[in-house]
């Protein structure tokens, strides 16, 4: 059975060249298209697509919006976002209200078809530049310490269990120069205890 896909993109040239190329795979069965989401819901009922292919930038309700309608109505279809750009925050927005993927306007015609492919299948299709944004947008941040290196050092050797004598020992320096690495960590980290130092090495600095 042919699977049904409904488009949406303001080009009327955009859209037959879509149809053109879908209707090279008899897997797929164009069964609407419209020019903007304004009527999302009703296009949705007449057609039961299992696809929509979604312009992002329409004139009118644009596709950001049509997502979240057809979404809250209809979670079952899978909806895959198109556009011209590149845009971070488009795509995090996308991805956020529930799109399957998301391809740009100048992605080879294979590739296209394999991005549907992919969604029917179950899995996320996205462009390879776009897949890099959404790593390094969910990456960690990482939080720069404020401590120097050796107050960084002298505060994994505490949280190892050494006693202020046996790291002066180690680091080869007085008890009274741990003792004014030690403050100075404190008034850093705005803490008061040992045991907050410790708490704070193993939450932000132990790899």
Not at 42 to 70: C, F, H, Q, S, W
Not at 113 to 137: F, R, S, T
């Amino acid at each position: 059975m042919a699977i049904r896909i409904f488009i949406y993109d303001d080009s009327i040239d955009r859209r037959d060249s879509l149809k053109a190329l879908l209707s090279l795979n008899e897997n797929f069965n164009v069964v609407g298209e419209a020019s903007d989401c304004t009527n999302a819901i009703g296009d949705m009922e007449r057609t039961y697509p299992a696809i929509v292919l979604m312009d992002i930038n329409m004139p009118g309700v644009n596709g950001l919006e049509g997502l979240k309608m057809i979404k809250n109505k209809y979670p079952q279809i899978k909806v895959l976002m198109q556009t011209a750009y590149d845009d971070s925050e488009k795509i995090f927005t996308s991805i956020k209200n529930g799109a399957s993927g998301y391809i740009l306007k100048n992605d080879k015609p294979q590739r296209i078809l394999q991005a549907i492919e992919e969604v029917i299948e179950g899995g996320a299709a996205m462009n390879p530049a776009i897949a890099q944004k959404v790593l390094d947008y969910f990456k960690p941040v990482e939080r720069k310490s404020p401590l120097s290196p050796k107050e960084t050092e002298v505060i994994s050797l505490l949280a190892e269990g050494l006693s202020y004598k046996m790291v002066a020992d180690k680091m080869g320096v007085s008890y009274t120069t741990i003792n004014t690495h030690t403050k100075r960590i404190y008034e850093k980290l705005h803490i008061s205890s040992l045991g907050e130092a410790i708490a704070y090495y193993y939450k932000n600095l132990k790899q």
